[in-house]
């Protein structure tokens, strides 16, 4: 099992940058991939990132550029730097644990998920 919280969200203003934190504990931090994804308002859950084991990572085409996924093993903890932020980015931000090597783009192969973070992007 592993317990995952995210943090960070809040409200700020386009062109404004955020970095959610995920926090990790349970089974052993080191033997996942890391993703995150988003749910806007009236949307589906869409991908927004991902981190691999070996550190790989790989981003959704609307986020390149902008967005930075990171982990921190010493601390079981997943970061995910968002910068530029635009008012469409308005979601809420969720961490999720995967065993597939190296990650995954599709939300049904993520075992454990975090509860979210709301962030609001004014413009």
């Known amino acids: 099992q592993v317990q995952l919280v995210e943090s960070g969200g809040g409200l700020v203003q386009a062109g404004d940058s955020l970095r959610l934190t995920c926090a990790a504990s349970?089974?052993?931090?080191?033997?996942?991939?890391m993703g995150w994804f988003r749910r806007g308002p009236q949307k589906e859950r869409e991908f927004v990132a991902a981190i691999g084991r070996s550190g790989g990572t790989h981003y959704a085409d609307f986020v390149k550029g902008r967005f930075i996924i990171s982990t921190d093993g010493a601390e079981n903890t997943v970061y995910l730097e968002m910068n530029s932020l635009k008012p469409e980015d308005t979601a809420v931000y969720y961490c999720?644990?995967?065993?597939?090597?190296?990650?995954?783009?599709?939300?049904?192969?993520?075992?454990?998920w975090g509860q979210g973070t709301q962030v609001t992007v004014s413009s």
């Open positions: 999720a644990a995967t065993t597939m090597v190296p990650y995954s783009t599709l939300e049904r192969n993520y075992s454990y």
């Open positions: 349970g089974r052993t931090f080191s033997n996942y991939a």
